[in-house]
């Protein structure tokens, strides 16, 4: 059996189960964990169920956007850095979410002080081969309406069941996931990332062409092309993923897991430094979570801090999942200084999908899903 489809019909069977306890993870010993919230209340007055986060620090605030289950559609509040995540707004504000019936994934950054973002949208009902919808758009803050949208892809929906039993010969060539896109601010101009699909589909050779589109300020998109890492990373699929600028080199980092029985399991997290165009790869990969047999992967955020690399990460255990961060030196090849682990979850808990993380006024903050369709928040001293 395929055995990505074994994990997830193994987390739905937890689910089912009613299995949703949660083990408070051990301490760090570089950093002291100040606070832990249950921000649910803060994102749904209401007490809607909450999931999905992403955040982005601008101007020493938190801007971070989330989904409501229940209207599958985006929010975003804002809040103080600080040990109480103060609101600066009362009301969490709507986020544009797509002209179609439901949204999941949505990714924030930054470009010259801006909060702009990437998402899918699809419709309820979708066949293998309709249309999904990546999207992007900015966010003005003088008004709190979206300045700019655009449908730019089309991918195919990786949650359907039909997605792990497709025939290859129906799928078209170089097909994308669109859902959990990576933006990214470079050159002056709007990066957004997508990763192949074909590892998904049972007996065909992973894909290790990714997808990446190009725009300017003016939301004119000025190039579209792949990056190809079969040469990178040989026969495994990219999994949630971010891109950053250290010291003027780009790095993509994300996960590759192996997507079928007949290929050994695991999944291995490296740091893929790239060319100032982000066409192709230079120099060596640097391995930077790498355990035999462990499936370590979904990295959505990363950022540096006083030289040292902070990543976000995902390890999938036998019934349950955990939610990490780990810290490198920089200077010093790479170095794992830390791992810290933020949460353990009952791998049942299907929203469980990734933190997310920034770092403000010497602090760390740490966003993750919890039982129950609720988001925590751990902030810790640097």
């Given at each position: 059996?395929?055995?990505?489809?074994?994990?997830?019909?193994?987390?739905?069977?937890?689910?089912?189960?009613?299995?949703?306890?949660?083990?408070?993870?051990?301490?760090?010993?570089?950093?002291?964990?100040?606070?832990?919230?249950?921000?649910?209340?803060?994102?749904?007055p209401?007490?809607?169920?909450?999931?999905?986060?992403?955040?982005?620090?601008?101007?020493?605030?938190?801007?971070?956007?989330?989904?409501?289950?229940?209207e599958?559609?985006?929010?975003?509040?804002?809040?103080?850095?600080?040990?109480?995540?103060?609101?600066?707004?009362?009301?969490?504000?709507?986020?544009?979410?797509?002209?179609?019936?439901?949204?999941?994934?949505?990714?924030?950054?930054?470009?010259?002080?801006?909060?702009?973002?990437?998402?899918?949208?699809?419709?309820?009902?979708?066949?293998?081969?309709?249309?999904?919808?990546?999207?992007?758009?900015?966010?003005?803050?003088?008004?709190?309406?979206i300045?700019?949208?655009?449908?730019?892809?089309?991918?195919?929906?990786?949650?359907?069941?039909?997605?792990?039993?497709?025939?290859?010969?129906?799928?078209?060539?170089?097909?994308?996931?669109?859902?959990?896109?990576?933006?990214?601010?470079?050159?002056?101009?709007?990066?957004?990332?997508?990763r192949?699909?074909s590892?998904?589909?049972?007996?065909?050779?992973?894909?290790?062409?990714?997808?990446?589109?190009?725009?300017?300020?003016?939301?004119?998109?000025?190039?579209?092309?792949?990056?190809?890492?079969?040469?990178?990373?040989?026969g495994?699929?990219?999994?949630?993923?971010?891109?950053?600028?250290?010291?003027?080199?780009?790095?993509?980092?994300?996960g590759?897991?192996?997507?079928?029985?007949?290929?050994?399991?695991?999944?291995?997290?490296?740091?893929?430094?790239?060319?100032?165009?982000?066409?192709?790869?230079?120099?060596?990969?640097?391995?930077?979570?790498?355990?035999?047999?462990?499936?370590l992967?979904?990295?959505?955020?990363?950022?540096?801090?006083?030289?040292?690399?902070?990543?976000?990460?995902?390890?999938?255990?036998?019934?349950?999942?955990?939610q990490?961060?780990?810290?490198?030196?920089?200077?010093?090849?790479?170095?794992?200084?830390?791992?810290?682990?933020?949460?353990?979850?009952?791998?049942g808990?299907?929203?469980?999908?990734?933190?997310?993380?920034?770092?403000?006024?010497?602090?760390?903050?740490v966003?993750y899903?919890?039982?129950?369709?609720?988001?925590?928040?751990?902030?810790?001293?640097?």
């Open positions: 059996m395929h055995l990505l489809r074994m994990i997830i019909f193994l987390q739905i069977a937890l689910l089912l189960s009613g299995c949703s306890k949660t083990t408070e993870p051990q301490p760090t010993n570089n950093y002291t964990l100040l606070e832990t919230i249950d921000i649910s209340k803060k994102l749904s209401e007490g809607e169920p909450v999931g999905r986060p992403d955040v982005i620090g601008i101007d020493n605030t938190l801007y971070f956007a989330y989904g409501i289950h229940t599958r559609n985006f929010h975003l509040v804002k809040m103080k850095a600080d040990l109480d995540l103060t609101l600066i707004e009362d009301t969490p504000m709507e986020f544009f979410s797509g002209y179609h019936d439901f949204s999941v994934d949505i990714r924030v950054s930054k470009a010259n002080g801006n909060l702009w973002y990437a998402f899918e949208d699809n419709k309820w009902n979708a066949d293998i081969d309709d249309t999904h919808f990546l999207n992007a758009a900015w966010y003005s803050s003088n008004n709190s309406l300045g700019q949208q655009t449908d730019i892809a089309n991918g195919i929906l990786t949650t359907i069941p039909e997605a792990f039993s497709v025939n290859p010969a129906d799928v078209p060539l170089n097909p994308e996931a669109v859902d959990d896109p990576t933006p990214f601010w470079h050159n002056n101009s709007y990066y957004i990332f997508t192949a699909w590892g998904w589909i049972e007996e065909f050779t992973p894909n290790s062409n990714q997808h990446i589109r190009v725009f300017n300020e003016s939301f004119e998109k000025t190039d579209d092309f792949m990056l190809d890492l079969s040469t990178t990373i040989p495994k699929t990219l999994s949630q993923n971010t891109l950053i600028d250290i010291d003027g080199q780009v790095y993509l980092i994300g590759f897991y192996n997507a079928r029985d007949d290929i050994a399991g695991g999944a291995s997290v490296y740091a893929i430094p790239l060319s100032n165009d982000l066409k192709t790869t230079v120099n060596e990969k640097i391995p930077l979570l790498v355990e035999t047999g462990k499936w992967f979904k990295s959505t955020a990363a950022r540096v801090y006083n030289g040292n690399l902070f990543i976000n990460y995902q390890e999938l255990l036998s019934g349950e999942t955990t990490n961060i780990a810290v490198y030196d920089v200077d010093n090849n790479f170095g794992l200084i830390e791992k810290i682990e933020v949460s353990r979850i009952a791998a808990e299907t929203v469980a999908n990734h933190t997310t993380f920034e770092i403000l006024n010497d602090m760390l903050f966003f899903p919890e039982t129950n369709n609720r988001i925590f928040a751990k902030i810790f001293s640097l």
